[in-house]
T-cell receptor
Framework: QQPVQSPQAVILREGEDAVINCSSS?????VHWYRQKHGEAPVFLMI?????EQKGHEKISASFNEKKQQSSLYLTASQLSYSGTYFC???????????FGQGTRLTINP | EPEVTQTPSHQVTQMGQEVILRCVPI?????FYWYRQILGQKVEFLVS????????KSEIFDDQFSVERPDGSNFTLKIRSTKLEDSAMYFC???????????FGSGTRLTVV
């Protein structure tokens, strides 16, 4: 079951904040966030394993609401280097495979 | 930092030909995966491999696909008779734990003509 990401695309000016959401209709074991630059492999950002867990990676952080089967990725004071497509990946309870959402394209303009 | 290595980086093949995509996972990882990404689309799961056997596969992974770990280091994806719609980026990934942060290779761009 593919997770649903929103929005599909975001355009920001450098220094602005963004939130990318990821939701699933199934009970989740974990949520993974990746960033992919054009023509490159996805780069792992973070994994969230427990309901209510929050993690940070420089100015990028994420939360996981296990009850709502939702995760959000927060990008604060965005930098030009944050541009790319962000994918959430989910692993359902009792499963192993990582299933990716359709991606959110983030464009940061100077 | 350890890497997942994929070769070749780009392969062009004629429709109906067999191709083998190669991957060298991180040495102490136990789980191996293949994903594919058609240009501009999402990353799709193909297959996972653990303890020398397929642990899970998607509906995309039909009889035309097979995986092998022929020695202690390589992990291969074979497509027996390629179709135009097999054109995509193929990513290999590996992990230590059952549900990890995967490490992806840089991908092989397969173009079927």
């Amino acid at each position: 079951q593919q997770p649903v990401q929103s929005p599909q695309a975001v355009i920001l000016r450098e220094g602005e904040d963004a939130v990318i959401n990821c939701s699933s209709s199934k009970a989740l074991y974990s949520v993974h966030w990746y960033r992919q630059k054009h023509g490159e492999a996805p780069v792992f950002l973070m994994i969230l394993l427990k309901g209510g867990e929050q993690k940070g990676h420089e100015k990028i952080s994420a939360s996981f609401n296990e009850k709502k089967q939702q995760s959000s990725l927060y990008l604060t004071a965005s930098q030009l280097s944050y541009s790319g497509t962000y994918f959430c990946g989910t692993v359902m309870q009792g499963a192993q495979k990582l299933v990716f959402g359709q991606g959110t394209r983030l464009t940061i303009n100077p | 930092e350890p890497e997942v290595t994929q070769t070749p980086s780009h392969q062009v093949t004629q429709m109906g030909q067999e191709v083998i995509l190669r991957c060298v996972p991180i040495s102490n990882h136990l789980y191996f995966y293949w994903y594919r990404q058609i240009l501009g689309q999402k990353v799709e799961f193909l297959v996972s491999f653990y303890n020398n056997e397929i642990s899970e596969k998607s509906e995309i992974f039909d009889d035309q696909f097979s995986v092998e770990r022929p020695d202690g280091s390589n992990f291969t994806l074979k497509i027996r008779s390629t179709k135009l719609e097999d054109s995509a980026m193929y990513f290999c990934a590996s992990s230590q734990l059952r549900t990890p942060g995967y490490t992806f290779g840089s991908g092989t761009r397969l173009t079927v003509v």
